[in-house]
């Protein structure tokens, strides 16, 4: 909210320095974001007039101008700019000054010729047509009429001798929402009184009921309709205050009437529209719910097709406005208007906020309807616009207003324990404290014994209970006054991570100890990476939440595996020309029951692994998944994996039994390509609840004994589809339970074992805990073993 | 006799000081004390000496013998000492020569910073609790006290999935999930992923926020103050300084804004606090007792406080990373240099 200090003066006295009174407002609640000051971005500039103007003798384009700056001496400027003449007035940025952009303009030559300064166009000075008209005008801002001496300062002529500050209002204060309500917490900071705004105006126009009736069909979207008429009106231009203070927070003034109801808006806070009388068919006013489909078109000269859960101001045929939002064009005012009604009304918020988003229509009015208009408002409002009409003769004000009334004027009471409120805060406020604070905010408050009896203004509706008065009390009183306590009467708590939080944590260092870096990526990702991912069309995988309102179509929908967000990590470092890189990611998985979504998606944690570079390979990989799975002590199967996503030949699906857990594998050559990169990429997914639904639940004491271990090593021929995993089965089954390690420690291929076969070298480890193992009972097992791979194997001894 | 036993010794001993290697010196030990050695020898002898001089003979023979032995023993060690050495000379590398990369990998920034703000809080006696990311309007709005169609809304832009279902804007709907199922005292901390629709240097659509609550008897604005202080200067520095500037939130009542000073600067005033000396890190306030009376809990037998911050935004304070982008850019050099 943008509030100028000016305004701000006609309703309290503030002798501070504008930046002590922005730390102020801060400490009070009122963040101040920005303080506009003109004038100091503007230096040295002055009003000056062109006495004579020649050409320069060594350029074309340039001429000599001589500029009376009301001193002894003309000043000699050169000037690009064509539009100007002999006895112009002009805005002179003289030897050392500075403008709104920032540029410093100094003396200096021209094409051999001293240049004293700059004459400004009105985008050099920052001005809009608003500002001052010919602003936009290309070349230099001619200032013809203006009265002032020549040598003004130009901020005395522009007006800038104002300051704007920029407040931050929170959601809960919209009665700040206007130059009264700030001016009201600065009169509290500043222990001054609040001036309420001059009202005062002569009837001479007969009565209200004369030009209008007005019926309030639906009192629950309004509860409280007021209105009042002026006749004979006259538009014009408003008088020079009203522009320049609705320029200065940024409002284009555009005629009285208009300006009158934008006024009223910014200092009262009170949104006010105006009807052409005439225009309204049987001089009625209706506030009701429009019909399904009733159409209007708005003051932006569009149509707006309106339902039942909208509010109309109607006349007896017709929708005139769209109540609280924007006026109709079919009862507006213009150039031939001879009467006027003010409307000055209240509305409920959460109506007017729906119908603003329904209809994508938003305007000053909504906004402040949306956050809240007290009880208040409505009649001073309408008072201060015909209090304005009447001053600057604007036309003739009718007897009366219409008050249509639904709503209870009457303030609450609220009756709270003081100690209740050092009890929220921690500390004791004396109590002569807490009754001063809360009156200078207009809360009337007397202490009966030790109890706060409190009457919250209308305009306060936000004061409901103690915390409400706690945070009054404590924002004036100082949060310096707060101490630093520990808790010290509350109960002792035992903190920590859950198993699984645990269980992540664990994941994560066995990933980076292992060399992989975590990355942080979207839960969002495109529709299209399922095609990326050629996954088929009835995969489960494309059932997934969408987002009704994405930033983009790329970020819309929620991923249901973290594969493609790890290939897009991949292949953007490699793009980079990163040689090579490990990386992995803990994230959720949002998989929906049915689409479209009606209940909350399953969410389920995933670790997701990548790599690539030259040393990279499907068993450099999956040593990290073989580490988390050897850590929770999973029994799991490798099988090859068939996910549309993956090389055929070098991917495997992780089962603990039947229950798939997760996969590893090389990337699919295509869906690399698809992401530009040449380089071989790999990934892992493990499904994080399964590995702590499956894990092994603590450690066992397991006796070694002091028996010396028997080790046997063989080396079998078998056909290449033969499995390491089908051999250490087959051997281990076979070994029994003296066999306490099988593993293959080489595989060897050569012409001599034959085509599409290999030889396999298999360790075995044989040890009992309570007697040394006789070398004819190893041998009997290690024959076993051998008699077993051949039968089911089709192995043979080499 | 006497003479020519010190001659031998003497002699003895010289051969084994020059012995080069274990081999030299098993030489000299069979010329001298070798069951055919020269000492060996001279003992034999000794039934030629006369009677009364044997014992005196004797002792110059075993005095010098136990001086030969021992001077080998001590030689034998020196030589194999000196072996060992040559042999580990020989088999000498390049110390300074690393022939494999180092693969360490390394946490997420905004990871490192989560995990010491969940340590400080757990040894404080905070458990670590988490809720859905797609969340029903209820938790995320209107049991923290933000009804449909109320201004308040327009604080936190949401993405929505349906007419009840969003991704929630901060964490604070596992507030309420956590009020409704357990009985106070409460102690929580939440980290978690929130979403907004923004996207620019300092908003990233997907964001990490961690929030505490605490419901207990006797909670007030002090207990808050004290906390976030003691918070402040364990993930900070120990000179580390809290303030509260009020401000509001549907959820809170009062409510705050909480400034550190700054980490750079210590208040000096610097780019980073843009001159303040101050950085604001936090939203906090006393809980509201609506929202406790909308979780099921007595807001006149218990009061509480609860505080939000967003993760990445402490990241950027604390490693002076100017765009937040940057942290979701996953780039390798960038991660690694957090090992």
Not at chain 1, 600 to 623: H, M, S, W
Not at chain 2, 83 to 107: F, H, N
């Amino acid at each position: 909210m943008k509030v100028s200090l000016n305004w701000l003066k006609d309703f309290v006295d503030i002798d501070v320095d504008v930046h002590e009174l922005a730390d102020k407002l801060v400490s009070a609640g009122f963040e101040v974001e920005e303080i506009i000051d003109k004038a100091s971005q503007t230096k040295n500039v002055v009003l000056g007039k062109i006495v004579k103007l020649t050409k320069h003798p060594d350029a074309d384009k340039l001429q000599i101008c001589a500029i009376d700056v009301g001193q002894k001496e003309t000043v000699q400027i050169i000037t690009g700019a064509q539009n100007v003449a002999e006895g112009d007035l002009v805005p002179v940025a003289m030897d050392n000054s500075l403008l709104p952009t920032g540029q410093v303009i100094k003396k200096g030559k021209l094409r051999g010729i001293e240049s004293c300064g700059m004459l400004c166009s009105g985008e050099e000075l920052m001005l809009t047509e608003a500002d001052y008209k010919g602003a936009s005008v290309y070349g230099i801002l001619i200032m013809n009429g203006e009265k002032y001496p020549l040598g003004t300062d130009i901020n005395v002529v522009l007006g800038n001798d104002d300051v704007v500050l920029d407040i931050g209002v929170t959601a809960n204060r919209s009665d700040c929402n206007s130059v009264l309500g700030i001016a009201r917490e600065i009169a509290t900071v500043l222990g001054k009184p609040l001036r309420m705004p001059e009202i005062g105006f002569e009837c001479e126009a007969g009565e209200v009921s004369d030009y209008v009736d007005v019926k309030v069909e639906d009192a629950q979207l309004c509860p409280r309709y007021m209105a009042a008429a002026v006749r004979d009106i006259k538009i014009c231009p408003s008088a020079e205050i009203i522009q320049k203070r609705l320029r200065s927070v940024g409002l284009r003034p555009i005629t009285n009437f208009v300006d009158i109801t934008n006024y009223v808006l910014i200092e009262i806070g009170q949104p006010m529209h105006a009807f052409d009388a005439d225009k309204l068919s049987g001089s009625k006013i209706i506030a009701r719910r429009a019909a399904n489909g009733e159409k209007i078109v708005a003051l932006d000269n569009k149509e707006y097709t309106l339902d039942d859960s909208m509010l109309a101001i109607c006349d007896k045929d017709k929708p005139c406005a769209i109540a609280g939002v924007m006026g109709g064009n079919n009862s507006c005012v213009d150039e031939n208007t001879k009467d006027i009604i003010f409307e000055s009304a209240k509305f409920a918020r959460d109506n007017i906020r729906r119908t603003a988003r329904t209809l994508n229509l938003h305007s000053d009015s909504s906004f402040r309807y949306e956050r809240g208009i007290d009880l208040e408002s409505q009649r001073l409002g309408l008072m201060r616009a015909l209090t304005l009409v009447y001053k600057y003769g604007y036309g003739k004000i009718a007897k009366g207003v219409v008050d249509c009334c639904n709503a209870d004027l009457t303030q609450k009471t609220l009756r709270v324990d003081a100690g209740r409120i050092d009890d929220i805060l921690g500390i004791v406020v004396p109590r002569d404290k807490m009754v001063s604070i809360l009156n200078s905010l207009q809360i009337e408050t007397v202490l009966e014994g030790d109890t706060l009896v409190c009457k919250a203004p209308l305009f306060r509706d936000d004061i409901e209970n103690a915390n409400d008065l706690a945070e009054e009390i404590i924002r004036l009183y100082g949060y310096d006054n707060i101490v630093e306590t520990l808790m010290d009467k509350g109960k002792q708590t035992v903190g920590g991570k859950t198993d699984d939080q645990k269980a992540v944590d664990t994941i994560k260092n066995i990933c980076v100890n292992n060399g992989y870096s975590e990355t942080l990526t979207y839960s969002f990702t495109s529709p299209r990476s399922f095609d990326v991912l050629r996954l088929s069309a009835d995969d489960p995988a494309r059932k997934c939440v969408t987002i009704l309102n994405p930033l983009g179509e790329d970020v819309s929908v929620m991923r249901t595996s973290l594969a493609y967000s790890m290939m897009s990590v991949l292949a953007s470092n490699v793009l980079k020309s990163v040689k090579n890189a490990r990386f992995f990611e803990v994230s959720n998985v949002y998989l929906p029951e049915s689409v479209p979504v009606d209940k909350q998606p399953e969410e389920r944690e995933r670790l997701v692994i990548g790599a690539y570079g030259k040393d990279e390979n499907f068993y450099t990989v999956n040593e990290v998944v073989r580490a988390i799975i050897d850590k929770f002590g999973l029994k799991v199967t490798f099988a090859r994996s068939k996910r549309p996503y993956l090389h055929s030949g070098k991917s495997a699906d992780i089962f603990v039994g039947k229950f798939p857990i997760g996969y590893v594998g090389e990337v699919h050559p295509s869906v690399a390509a698809a992401f530009d990169v040449k380089e071989r990429l790999y990934v892992a997914e493990l499904d994080v609840a399964s590995v702590e639904k499956y894990r092994k639940k603590g450690y066992k004491f397991e006796e070694i004994g002091k028996y010396p271990p028997v080790e046997r090593d063989i080396a079998v021929t078998v056909d290449e589809s033969v499995t390491a995993a089908e051999i250490l089965a087959c051997v281990t089954s076979a070994g029994g339970s003296m066999m306490k390690i099988a593993r293959i420690f080489d595989v060897y291929r050569n012409a001599s074992i034959g085509e599409n076969k290999k030889s396999v070298a298999v360790n075995m480890v044989f040890r009992l805990t309570d007697r040394t193992l006789t070398d004819e009972e190893v041998s009997a097992k290690v024959e076993r073993v051998l008699t077993k791979l051949t039968s089911q194997l089709g192995a043979a001894l080499r | 006799m006497k003479e020519k036993i010190e001659n031998l010794m003497n002699t003895a001993l010289a051969e084994v000081e020059q012995a080069q290697s274990v081999a030299d010196l098993a030489k000299v030990k069979v010329r001298y004390l070798g069951k055919n050695g020269e000492l060996t020898a001279l003992l034999r002898g000794m039934k030629d000496v006369p009677a009364d001089q044997r014992p005196v003979v004797g002792a110059y023979v075993n005095t010098a013998r136990d001086a030969i032995t021992n001077a080998a023993e001590e030689k034998e060690k020196a030589l194999k000492e000196k072996e060992i050495e040559e042999k580990m000379a020989k088999e000498s590398i390049d110390v300074t020569y690393e022939p494999t990369e180092v693969r360490l990998g390394s946490l997420h920034p905004c990871t490192l910073v989560k995990n010491e703000i969940v340590d400080i809080f757990t040894s404080l006696g905070f458990s670590v609790a988490q809720g859905p990311e797609v969340e029903l309007d209820f938790f995320n709005f209107q049991a923290l006290n933000i009804p449909k169609d109320h201004p308040a809304r327009d604080m936190q832009d949401t993405f929505y999935l349906g007419e009840d279902m969003l991704l929630r804007t901060h964490t604070s709907p596992v507030q309420v999930r956590t009020m409704l199922d357990k009985k106070p005292p409460i102690r929580i901390v939440v980290p978690g992923k929130v979403y907004r629709p923004d996207d620019d240097a300092t908003h990233s659509p997907m964001f990490q926020q961690i929030e505490g609550l605490v419901v207990d008897k006797h909670i007030t604005l002090c207990d808050l103050k004290g906390i976030l202080s003691l918070f402040a200067k364990e993930l900070f520095d120990k000179n580390t300084k809290i303030r509260f500037r009020p401000s509001y939130f549907p959820f809170t009542e009062p409510s705050v804004e909480v400034d550190v000073t700054c980490s750079q600067c210590h208040g000096k005033g610097c780019r980073l606090c843009k001159g303040t000396g101050w950085i604001e890190v936090l939203g906090a306030g006393v809980v509201n007792p609506k929202v406790l009376e909308n979780c099921g809990i007595d807001s006149n037998e218990y009061s509480g406080f609860a505080f939000g911050m967003g993760i990445e935004r402490i990241t950027m304070i604390k490693y002076g990373i100017p765009d937040m982008r940057i942290l979701f850019e996953n780039d390798a050099r960038f991660l690694r240099s957090f090992r």
